[in-house]
């Protein structure tokens, strides 16, 4: 992975319906700092980040950017638009993507709690494989049902995971899969389903369960024990 550059993109315009709050999730305050501050800061220290580029709403452009001078002030930052859903402000951002990253990493904007070292396992696999992404074993029973919920079959636990951020590709790939795949019924909830859908090739490097995404209030409340856990 020595002197391979990566693009970071952070779709932040989701709003903040699930949580309750008239504040999209990623410029909550958890703790002393914005969800979203927490997020990049994951990604400050790491070699090889040539830019960073964030998709949020109109509202918080502005504090957007200055949240992005002020934790990078030595790499390329840019606000971009956002979408109305999360693969709308992916390709906004990659129209702004440089031509000097080999890679692009997709990262949630309220996953707070990914840590450095598989954030580099994952740009390594990215490197060899041309996609990888960070998830986890599923540990409960996922059971598939018909739209009347009557369970129409019990899936073996012991090939599914969960999949996380970062999602991390060549930027070629991903840009031409985005291109090539992306529809206005398109159905897929993460890049690396467009990938598969390209007949890309995409690896899973095993994450953390802190690596959570923070949806309900109740993730807030376990989030901001693990904040004054680590302070």
């Not at 200055?66 to 129209?95: M, Q, T, Y």
């Not at 636990?157 to 398109?186: D, G, H, V």
């Not at 897929?188 to 990938?195: F, K, M, N, Y």
Request: net charge neutral; with cysteine.
């Amino acid at each position: 992975m020595k002197g391979i550059g990566f693009s970071l993109i952070i779709p932040a315009a989701g709003s903040g319906t699930r949580m309750q709050s008239d504040i999209p999730k990623p410029y909550l305050k958890l703790g002393e700092k914005l969800i979203l501050q927490h997020t990049l800061e994951c990604f400050q220290s790491l070699k090889g980040l040539r830019e960073v580029i964030v998709a949020t709403s109109p509202d918080f452009i502005s504090e957007t950017e200055e949240v992005l001078s002020e934790l990078f002030p030595e790499i390329p930052v840019i606000v971009v638009r956002g979408g109305n859903e999360r693969r709308d402000s992916i390709k906004n951002a990659l129209g702004q993507v440089s031509d000097t990253s080999e890679l692009i990493a997709v990262h949630d904007a309220v996953r707070p709690f990914v840590d450095g070292a598989t954030i580099k396992s994952c740009l390594q696999k990215a490197f060899e494989v041309g996609g990888a992404i960070v998830a986890v074993p599923v540990k409960d029973t996922i059971k598939k049902v018909t739209k009347d919920l009557i369970i129409a079959k019990t899936p073996d636990r012991s090939r599914l995971w969960q999949a996380q951020t970062p999602q991390i590709f060549r930027r070629k790939l991903l840009i031409e899969a985005y291109q090539n795949n992306l529809s206005e019924n398109s159905t897929v909830t993460d890049d690396a389903s467009l990938i598969e859908l390209a007949g890309g090739k995409v690896a899973v490097v095993e994450g953390s369960r802190e690596n959570f995404k923070l949806t309900y209030p109740l993730d807030m409340a376990v989030a901001e024990m693990l904040v004054k856990r680590r302070a």
